[in-house]
């Protein structure tokens, strides 16, 4: 699909001047970007896939969740930004750019009207002192391009302590540290809840324990905690740099029996795995790269042992069994609540 925000700034980044910096998320999924990497140019991106695919194109690109303090106060000319999902992340990235851009620094940001692009940028000129000229392309999609002025006096836009990660839900066994950013990230989802309360009806279905697991999607690391256990090893893995934070910094406090690992769909993670969990997303930004479901289960089938087992759990309205049954000769809906069910894949086809 065509990303109209996105055609605002592409002339800006493709001939952006002095160090610029490019923040990408999932919403530069585009399939095709068709601008020749910058030498001035670094793309700070939170989406792993979307970091391995411009580095393979020649950009320079740095993996992070818009954490910009390896930069310097007033280092930056060119800031470059089309507004993600979530506002405090917008919020956020503009306070930084007051940071790091030098005086007479520019900061082109564009977004959708739906997506709260007016408002943001209401508040942008604010925090720039007015400094601002608006371009759009229709009456739905506006670019700001505001200019860093010498002082800035007024207070940071409320990024709801966007860097630090927080105590966010607990239940008997766990308190669960994430911050926005991530799928859900201030509760626990009701379908993984779901899933984990019925696990049991997964696990009968193996001949002996599993004792490694591989949560595909892992999010803060939910469905991974509560399979971990002394005998079972749990590798958690997402494309999202926050929920990868977020899940790492769980680990540890917990000390969980697993390891973190940023992978696009798990790619590069080579072993195969008796037992998957996975509640999988299904959406992806503006990409029309394919199905998200289907690479998932691609993914299930290619990680999977066997005689293994996946546990799924999705909305009821998606049709898991017909598409899982490209990819597995058991497909099994094994319970659902109302909303969620719970489907089994195994016999993965070779
Ligand atoms: C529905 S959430 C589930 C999160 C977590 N497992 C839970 O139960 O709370 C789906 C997760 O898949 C991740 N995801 C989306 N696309 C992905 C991809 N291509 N590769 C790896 N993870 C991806 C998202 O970042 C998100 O954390």
């Known amino acids: 699909m065509k990303d109209f925000a996105f055609d605002l700034l ?64 007033g280092s930056i000319d060119t800031l470059i930004y089309r507004v993600s999902k979530e506002k405090p992340i917008v919020h956020h990235v503009i306070n930084q ?47 700001g391009i505001l200019t860093r002025p010498d002082a800035c006096d007024t207070d940071s836009l409320d990024d709801q302590d966007y860097p630090v990660l927080r105590d966010v839900a607990s ?86 029996n697993g390891e973190v690992i940023p992978a696009n769909c798990a790619e590069g993670i080579d072993s195969r795995y008796p037992m998957i969990i996975c509640n999988p997303p299904f959406h992806q930004g503006f990409s029309v790269t394919g199905d998200l479901t289907d690479i998932f289960l691609r993914a299930t089938r290619r990680r999977l042992e066997n005689d293994g087992i996946a546990a799924f759990v999705t909305n009821l309205h998606i049709p898991l069994e017909r598409k899982a049954s490209a990819h597995f000769n058991r497909v099994e809906t094994l319970a659902d609540n109302g909303s969620f069910k719970l489907v089994l894949l195994a016999k993965p086809k070779r």
């Not at 790091?100 to 620094?105: I, N, T, V």
């Not at 520019?106 to 720039?128: C, H, S, V």
């Open 10 to 73: 592409r002339p800006e980044l493709a001939q952006a001047t002095g160090t610029t910096l490019w923040i990408a998320d999932e919403n530069a999924l585009q399939p095709e970007l068709a601008i020749t990497p910058r030498n001035n140019v670094t793309v700070i991106s939170n989406r792993i896939d979307l970091t391995d695919s411009l580095t393979e194109q020649g950009w320079q690109c740095r993996f992070s969740d818009f954490n910009f303090s390896e930069y310097a106060d």
């Open 97 to 143: 750019a007051i940071r790091l851009l030098r005086p007479d620094g520019k900061l082109f940001i564009a977004g959708l009207k739906n997506e709260g692009i007016k408002t943001y940028l209401d508040k942008a000129k604010k925090r720039f002192a007015g400094n601002m000229q608006t371009e759009k392309s229709d009456k739905n999609t506006w670019m």
């Open 171 to 256: 239940d008997e066994t766990y308190h669960y540290y994430s911050k926005p950013g991530v799928f859900g990230w201030n509760k626990i989802d009701k379908g993984s809840e779901y899933l984990i309360e019925q696990l049991g009806r997964f696990t009968e279905r193996l001949k002996q324990p599993a004792t490694r697991i591989l949560d595909l999607g892992c999010g803060y690391g939910y469905l991974a905690m509560n399979c971990a256990s002394d005998d079972c090893f749990v590798t958690a893995t997402d494309n999202n740099a926050t929920a990868l934070q977020a899940c790492q910094e769980n680990f540890s406090r917990h000390k969980i």
